[in-house]
C-alpha cells in the first residue's frame, strides 16, 4: 500500500518561507509525477505544483508561480516544495500524492500563514 509522509509545515508571518517534504513507500515514486496539493477550510483541494518522474519538468498553479518552487530527490523518494513570500491566503493543509492523484492521501501538513 502507498503511503505518504507530508512534514514541515507551521505558523509563519506573511513574506517567511517554509520548506514541506512528502517521503513516499514504494516503488511506484521514481516512475510517477508527483504532485503538491492543499485545501482551504472551506475550499476544495486543488493542485499546486507538479513535477515529472523524472524531475525535468514542473508546473504551477498561477497563484504560487514565481514563489513556490517544486523539487524531488528519486534515492530518497521524497518530492520537496519550497515556499517562500508566504501570503495569508496560502494558509491551508498541504498534501502530495502521484499526479493526476490516486485515492491515496497521507495526513497532510497544515501551513497557516499569519502575522
Known amino acids: 500500500q502507498v503511503q505518504l509522509v507530508e512534514s514541515g509545515g507551521g505558523l509563519v508571518q506573511p513574506g517567511g518561507s517554509l520548506r514541506l517534504s512528502c517521503a513516499a513507500s514504494g516503488s511506484f515514486f521514481r516512475l510517477r509525477a508527483m504532485g503538491w496539493y492543499r485545501q482551504a477550510p472551506g475550499k476544495q483541494r486543488e493542485l499546486v505544483a507538479s513535477i515529472t518522474s523524472g524531475g525535468g519538468s514542473t508546473n504551477y498553479a498561477d497563484s504560487v508561480k514565481g514563489r513556490f518552487t517544486i523539487s524531488r530527490d528519486n534515492a530518497k523518494n521524497t518530492v520537496y516544495l519550497q515556499m517562500n513570500s508566504l501570503k495569508p491566503e496560502d494558509t491551508a493543509v498541504y498534501y502530495c500524492?502521484?499526479?493526476?492523484?490516486?485515492?491515496?492521501w497521507g495526513q497532510g501538513t497544515q501551513v497557516t500563514v499569519s502575522s
Open positions: 500524492n502521484v499526479h493526476p492523484p490516486s485515492p491515496y
